[in-house]
C-alpha cells in the first residue's frame, strides 16, 4: 500500500471515529438532560416517476429448421407473417420488427405505446394460418412483457416434432439466457443450456433437439439476466410422412397451488387417434412441479353450459407428468387445477382437419386479471373469449368494443364463453381476479392464448434524504 493510500485511510478511519464519539455524546447528553421527545422523524416527500412507453412482444411467423430450398437445416426460417391485433389505453401503437441472428429469426414484431402524461396499458395477440410443406395448421399467441422468468409448458423432441424456444431481446442490453428443460426422466443436463446470449433488439431461436432427443413431454423454464426475454415454443408435428400440425406456446402462470386454463377445445379427439404415429394425438394435461414434494392435484373441467366434472391425479416432483383427458364430449372448457404444492400446467389436443390431416393446439395457463384489461383478438376463425371466475363472488363483466358492449354474468366456479370481435381492441371491466383466453375453431385447426393482465406501472415512492 502507498504511502499517500495508507493516509487517505488513516484520515478516514479518524473522521469515522470522532464522528462516532460526538453522536455518541450526544446521545448521551439527551438521556443526561431528562429528554422524553421522540426523536424528529426525517422529512420525505413523494416522487411520481416518470411515465414511460409500454412494449410487448409478439411472438413473430411460423418457423421451419431451413431455408426454402430444403437447406441449411441449423438456421430456423420464417413462413408467411401473422395477423397482429393491438390495443392501448394511450394515443396509439408503434409496430417495430426485432433482428434476427445466426440461428435466424421469427421476425417477432415490438409493440410500443409512447407514454403521455401517464404510463399507457398495451396489448395484442397473434394468429397464423399456414400450409407450406410440412408446416400446416394455425398457430396463435400472446403479445408478452418482457419477462425474466417464463414456464414453457409444451413440446416434443420425438421423431417427426420439431420444438424450437424463441428468445427476443427488446431491450438496450444484451439477455444472458438459462434454460432449464424437463421432461419425464427428469430436469436434463446438456452442455449450451446455460449463457446463451441474446444481442439487445434481436431475436434468437434455439431447436430444444440440441439439448434433449427423443422426448415427448417437455417442460422448459427460460431464466434471463441482463436484458428481460419474451419467450415462446413452436411445435411442429410430422406423422410419418403426413403433416400433424403446428402451434405456438406462450408462456403460463408462475407455479402457484391453482392453476387456471381458461380456454380449451377439444374437437373430436378419437378421429385424431386414427391412422398411424398417433401416440401423441390424444388430449393431455401436462404438469410438472418443480420443488421436491409431490402434488396431490384435483382437476375441475367446466364448460359455459354448465356442465363439468372433476378428474384426482398426482405428480411426481422433478419430472413432467401428462394426466389423459379422455371420453369428454366435443366443446370449449376451462382447466382449474388444485394442488398441495406449485405447480405449473398446460394442456394439449389434436383434432382433424376438413383436408383429411390433423392439427394440434396447446393452451397456456393464465394470471387474473386486473378491474380493468385492454386486449385485442387477431382476425381467426371461430374466435370466442373464455372467462372463468374462480373467486369465491359472482361476477357481472363488461367487454366493451367501440360504441357497444356486453354484459357477462360469470358465477363463483364457473365459465362463460362469448364472441368478441377480431381485429379491434377490447376493454373488459369487471373482471378482477376472473381469467381469460381465447380459442379459435376451424376447418384449418385450432389454437388459443390467455389474456394477459395489464403491466404494473410504477406508484409514487416515498424518497428520504
Given at each position: 500500500?502507498?504511502?499517500?493510500?495508507?493516509?487517505?485511510?488513516?484520515?478516514?478511519?479518524?473522521?469515522?471515529?470522532?464522528?462516532?464519539?460526538?453522536?455518541?455524546?450526544?446521545?448521551?447528553?439527551?438521556?443526561?438532560?431528562?429528554?422524553?421527545?421522540?426523536?424528529?422523524?426525517?422529512?420525505?416527500?413523494?416522487?411520481?416517476?416518470?411515465?414511460?412507453?409500454?412494449?410487448?412482444?409478439?411472438?413473430?411467423?411460423?418457423?421451419?429448421?431451413?431455408?426454402?430450398?430444403?437447406?441449411?437445416?441449423?438456421?430456423?426460417?420464417?413462413?408467411?407473417?401473422?395477423?397482429?391485433?393491438?390495443?392501448?389505453?394511450?394515443?396509439?401503437?408503434?409496430?417495430?420488427?426485432?433482428?434476427?441472428?445466426?440461428?435466424?429469426?421469427?421476425?417477432?414484431?415490438?409493440?410500443?405505446?409512447?407514454?403521455?402524461?401517464?404510463?399507457?396499458?398495451?396489448?395484442?395477440?397473434?394468429?397464423?394460418?399456414?400450409?407450406?410443406?410440412?408446416?400446416?395448421?394455425?398457430?396463435?399467441?400472446?403479445?408478452?412483457?418482457?419477462?425474466?422468468?417464463?414456464?414453457?409448458?409444451?413440446?416434443?423432441?420425438?421423431?417427426?416434432?420439431?420444438?424450437?424456444?424463441?428468445?427476443?431481446?427488446?431491450?438496450?442490453?444484451?439477455?444472458?439466457?438459462?434454460?432449464?428443460?424437463?421432461?419425464?426422466?427428469?430436469?436434463?443436463?446438456?452442455?449450451?443450456?446455460?449463457?446463451?446470449?441474446?444481442?439487445?433488439?434481436?431475436?434468437?431461436?434455439?431447436?430444444?433437439?440440441?439439448?434433449?432427443?427423443?422426448?415427448?413431454?417437455?417442460?422448459?423454464?427460460?431464466?434471463?439476466?441482463?436484458?428481460?426475454?419474451?419467450?415462446?415454443?413452436?411445435?411442429?408435428?410430422?406423422?410419418?410422412?403426413?403433416?400433424?400440425?403446428?402451434?405456438?406456446?406462450?408462456?403460463?402462470?408462475?407455479?402457484?397451488?391453482?392453476?387456471?386454463?381458461?380456454?380449451?377445445?377439444?374437437?373430436?379427439?378419437?378421429?385424431?387417434?386414427?391412422?398411424?404415429?398417433?401416440?401423441?394425438?390424444?388430449?393431455?394435461?401436462?404438469?410438472?412441479?418443480?420443488?421436491?414434494?409431490?402434488?396431490?392435484?384435483?382437476?375441475?373441467?367446466?364448460?359455459?353450459?354448465?356442465?363439468?366434472?372433476?378428474?384426482?391425479?398426482?405428480?411426481?416432483?422433478?419430472?413432467?407428468?401428462?394426466?389423459?383427458?379422455?371420453?369428454?364430449?366435443?366443446?370449449?372448457?376451462?382447466?382449474?387445477?388444485?394442488?398441495?404444492?406449485?405447480?405449473?400446467?398446460?394442456?394439449?389436443?389434436?383434432?382433424?382437419?376438413?383436408?383429411?390431416?390433423?392439427?394440434?393446439?396447446?393452451?397456456?395457463?393464465?394470471?387474473?386479471?386486473?378491474?380493468t384489461t385492454v386486449t385485442a383478438v387477431a382476425a381467426g376463425s371461430g374466435a370466442r373469449l373464455n372467462l372463468v371466475n374462480p373467486t369465491r363472488e359472482d361476477a357481472t363483466v363488461t367487454v366493451r368494443s367501440g360504441g357497444d358492449a356486453q354484459e357477462v354474468q360469470v358465477t363463483s366456479g364457473s365459465t362463460a364463453t362469448v364472441s368478441v370481435p377480431s381485429a379491434q381492441q377490447l376493454t373488459i371491466t369487471g373482471a378482477d381476479g376472473l381469467v381469460a383466453g381465447v380459442t379459435y375453431q376451424g376447418d384449418d385447426g385450432i389454437a388459443g392464448f390467455p389474456v394477459r393482465p395489464e403491466t404494473e406501472v410504477s406508484s409514487p415512492v416515498?424518497?428520504?434524504?
Amino acid at each position: 500500500m502507498s504511502t499517500s493510500t495508507a493516509r487517505r485511510w488513516a484520515l478516514r478511519g479518524t473522521a469515522t471515529a470522532v464522528a462516532v464519539i460526538v453522536a455518541a455524546g450526544t446521545i448521551a447528553a439527551a438521556h443526561t438532560l431528562g429528554t422524553t421527545e421522540d426523536p424528529g422523524h426525517p422529512a420525505g416527500r413523494s416522487v411520481t416517476p416518470v411515465p414511460a412507453a409500454a412494449e410487448r412482444v409478439c411472438a413473430g411467423s411460423a418457423l421451419r429448421l431451413s431455408d426454402d430450398a430444403g437447406n441449411d437445416a441449423t438456421r430456423a426460417s420464417t413462413i408467411g407473417s401473422p395477423e397482429i391485433a393491438t390495443a392501448t389505453t394511450g394515443d396509439r401503437v408503434d409496430r417495430s420488427d426485432l433482428d434476427g441472428s445466426s440461428t435466424g429469426s421469427s421476425d417477432p414484431t415490438l409493440l410500443t405505446a409512447p407514454a403521455g402524461d401517464t404510463a399507457p396499458q398495451v396489448a395484442g395477440s397473434s394468429y397464423q394460418s399456414v400450409s407450406d410443406g410440412d408446416v400446416v395448421g394455425v398457430g396463435a399467441a400472446s403479445c408478452d412483457d418482457p419477462s425474466q422468468s417464463t414456464w414453457l409448458v409444451g413440446g416434443s423432441t420425438e421423431t417427426g416434432r420439431t420444438t424450437l424456444v424463441t428468445l427476443a431481446n427488446p431491450t438496450d442490453v444484451n439477455a444472458t439466457v438459462d434454460l432449464t428443460i424437463a421432461d419425464t426422466s427428469g430436469t436434463v443436463s446438456a452442455p449450451g443450456t446455460s449463457g446463451i446470449v441474446v444481442a439487445p433488439n434481436s431475436q434468437k431461436v434455439v431447436p430444444l433437439s440440441g439439448f434433449v432427443t427423443d422426448q415427448g413431454s417437455t417442460v422448459v423454464h427460460v431464466t434471463s439476466s441482463g436484458g428481460q426475454i419474451v419467450a415462446h415454443m413452436q411445435e411442429t408435428v410430422v406423422r410419418t410422412l403426413t403433416p400433424g400440425g403446428f402451434d405456438i406456446v406462450s408462456g403460463g402462470a408462475a407455479p402457484s397451488r391453482q392453476q387456471v386454463i381458461p380456454a380449451v377445445v377439444l374437437e373430436d379427439a378419437e378421429g385424431a387417434q386414427r391412422g398411424e404415429d398417433t401416440a401423441d394425438a390424444a388430449p393431455v394435461l401436462r404438469l410438472y412441479v418443480p420443488g421436491t414434494a409431490v402434488a396431490r392435484v384435483t382437476l375441475g373441467i367446466t364448460t359455459a353450459d354448465g356442465g363439468g366434472t372433476t378428474v384426482d391425479a398426482t405428480a411426481e416432483p422433478g419430472v413432467v407428468t401428462d394426466v389423459p383427458l379422455d371420453d369428454f364430449p366435443d366443446g370449449r372448457y376451462s382447466f382449474t387445477i388444485d394442488s398441495s404444492v406449485p405447480i405449473v400446467a398446460g394442456a394439449r389436443t389434436t383434432t382433424p382437419t376438413d383436408d383429411g390431416r390433423t392439427d394440434l393446439g396447446w393452451f397456456a395457463s393464465a394470471e387474473p386479471l386486473s378491474a380493468t384489461t385492454v386486449t385485442a383478438v387477431a382476425a381467426g376463425s371461430g374466435a370466442r373469449l373464455n372467462l372463468v371466475n374462480p373467486t369465491r363472488e359472482d361476477a357481472t363483466v363488461t367487454v366493451r368494443s367501440g360504441g357497444d358492449a356486453q354484459e357477462v354474468q360469470v358465477t363463483s366456479g364457473s365459465t362463460a364463453t362469448v364472441s368478441v370481435p377480431s381485429a379491434q381492441q377490447l376493454t373488459i371491466t369487471g373482471a378482477d381476479g376472473l381469467v381469460a383466453g381465447v380459442t379459435y375453431q376451424g376447418d384449418d385447426g385450432i389454437a388459443g392464448f390467455p389474456v394477459r393482465p395489464e403491466t404494473e406501472v410504477s406508484s409514487p415512492v416515498r424518497v428520504y434524504p
